[in-house]
């Protein structure tokens, strides 16, 4: 059992869908992640929130919205995705910086 | 610049087998290291994990991994191979200064495919 939750675990939507992904996890973590999975490539990585300041991969779209409410929970807000949107979402947290990353089990996401 | 290689793409092995993955890495300073599996349709599991210390390092389902610094490898090794062990091995080096300075971020190899025999 993964210790960091996503939700939900599979997601349709249209191009023109708003839809969210969400994150959780209660190992008290002070940095969490976002990244981005093609199939047979490694994960990429999107954004990072550590102490609750954002590091964004500046080559990720606008249409990629990432939200941190509080230590606990990652939000990753979703507008106008195109279908090469289409991948496996991962969410990852660690304890600090240098800490190994927790892995969810990730969102597949399919755009129409 | 930071660098991870996984050379094999692919590796069948029988069960009962012994198994190493090659992992090299190209990096500035003392890496963090790392071997994670992943199977089908699943997050990333993490196997085993090196900051510094013992050179040997132990880790879950029987699984180890030697940090050789004059050879930049940090191959992972199993004795004896189970049906189980059948997934995605993707070694990651943790990269200072990557993405607005954070130590936490991770360069990903591109991944070995183990399949078992029976």
């Known amino acids: 059992d993964t210790e960091v939750t996503q939700t939900p675990k599979h997601l349709v939507m249209g191009m023109t869908n708003k839809k969210s992904l969400k994150c959780e996890q209660h190992?008290?973590?002070?940095?969490m992640y976002w990244y981005k999975q093609k199939a047979k490539k490694p994960p990429e990585l999107m954004f990072v929130y550590s102490y609750e300041k954002l590091s964004i991969n500046e080559s990720v779209p606008s249409r990629f919205s990432p939200e941190c409410p509080n230590s606990s929970l990652l939000n990753l807000h979703l507008h106008a995705l195109q279908p090469e949107d289409s991948a496996l979402y991962l969410c990852a947290s660690s304890q600090d910086e240098a800490g190994p990353q927790h892995f969810g089990d990730g969102t597949r996401l399919s755009i129409l | 610049a930071q660098s991870v290689t996984q050379p094999d793409i692919h590796i069948t092995v029988s069960e009962g087998a012994s198994l190493e993955l090659r992992c090299n890495y190209s990096?500035?300073?003392?890496?963090?290291l790392f071997w994670y599996v992943q199977s089908p349709g699943q997050g990333l599991q993490l196997l085993l994990k090196?900051?510094?210390?013992?050179?040997l390092v132990q880790g879950i389902k029987g699984f180890e991994a030697e940090f050789k610094r004059s050879q930049s490898s940090f191959n992972l090794r199993k004795p004896s191979v189970h049906w189980s062990d059948a997934a995605e091995y993707f070694c990651?080096?943790?990269?200072?200064?990557?993405?607005?300075?954070?130590?936490?971020?991770?360069?990903f190899g591109k991944g070995t495919k183990l399949s078992v025999k029976p």
């Open positions: 990651a080096v943790g990269a200072l200064g990557y993405y607005g300075g954070s130590q936490g971020n991770l360069i």
């Open positions: 090196y900051f510094s210390g013992d050179t």
């Open positions: 990096y500035g300073a003392t890496p963090y």
């Open positions: 190992m008290g973590h002070r940095a």
